[in-house]
């Protein structure tokens, strides 16, 4: 069974960092391109970046861009969303999410999410 | 970047309506269109992939057509468990961008 497990949200104020990590089990985590989805309160689903299976490829949003960055561990399954100069924008349920296929590509919709993980920026 | 609109943002329809959410893409996608389901307080759920193919498990009143641009997500009869926010999203290549989301409620 795909579980996907996020941790590392909390509150954390303008200006400053938090790092993400979504655990990964029950597939090739090594296989599959990954992504991070957020969603802020009472809005829709916002795509933030996304990393190759290998991780020699990530994307980003450009609401995000220069700021986040996605990285993997494959020999510890997780995957990870460094973000720094956080703004109150930011707040938001966090969620990776598994590309579908087996080809390590990130051009894939997503068939598996975690539950999510909550950050929110406030002095 | 390829912008995603959903239309209606919202809407009201009655248990064994027929409903039809539309997603245009602001450039060509082929079929790499997605469509989920979010329930108030749950993660997304896949319903459709390759903007026709129903995920395993889902009921078959949902359905899913269009190419290119131009995008529908049909339920063929609203049921109350149906109330949700549904979203399309394009994946032919980053950003995966997520259509506006609509949301569905029972008359």
């Known amino acids: 069974e795909v579980q996907l497990l996020e941790s590392g949200g909390g509150l954390v104020q303008p200006g400053g960092s938090l790092r993400l990590s979504c655990a990964a089990s029950?597939?090739?985590?090594?296989?599959?391109?990954m992504s991070w989805v957020r969603q802020a309160p009472g809005k829709g689903l916002e795509w933030v970046s996304a990393?190759?299976?290998?991780?020699?490829?990530?994307y980003y949003a450009d609401s995000v861009k220069g700021r986040f960055t996605i990285s993997r561990d494959n020999s510890k399954n997780t995957l990870y969303l460094q973000m720094n100069s956080l703004r109150a924008e930011d707040t938001a349920v966090f969620y990776c999410?598994?590309?579908?296929?087996?080809?390590?590509?990130?051009?894939?919709?997503?068939?598996?999410w975690g539950q999510g993980t909550l950050v929110t920026v406030s002095s | 970047d390829i912008q995603m609109t959903q239309s209606p943002s919202s809407l009201s329809a009655s248990v064994g309506d027929r409903i039809t959410i539309t997603c245009r893409a602001s450039?060509?996608?082929?079929?790499?269109l997605a469509w989920y389901q979010q329930k108030p307080g749950k993660v997304p759920k896949l319903l459709i992939y390759?903007?026709?193919t129903l995920q395993s498990g889902v009921p078959s009143r949902f359905s899913g057509s269009g190419s290119g641009t131009d995008f529908t997500l049909t339920i063929s009869s609203l049921q109350a468990e149906d109330v949700a926010t549904y979203y399309c999203?394009?994946?032919?290549?980053?950003?995966?961008?997520f259509g506006g989301g609509t949301k569905v409620e029972i008359k």
């Open positions: 999410a598994k590309g579908a296929y087996s080809s390590g590509r990130t051009n894939e919709y997503f068939q598996h």
């Open positions: 029950g597939f090739t985590f090594s296989s599959h391109g």
């Open positions: 990393i190759s299976g290998s991780g020699g490829s990530t």
């Open positions: 450039q060509g996608i082929t079929n790499y």
């Open positions: 390759a903007a026709s």
């Open positions: 999203q394009k994946y032919n290549s980053a950003p995966l961008t």
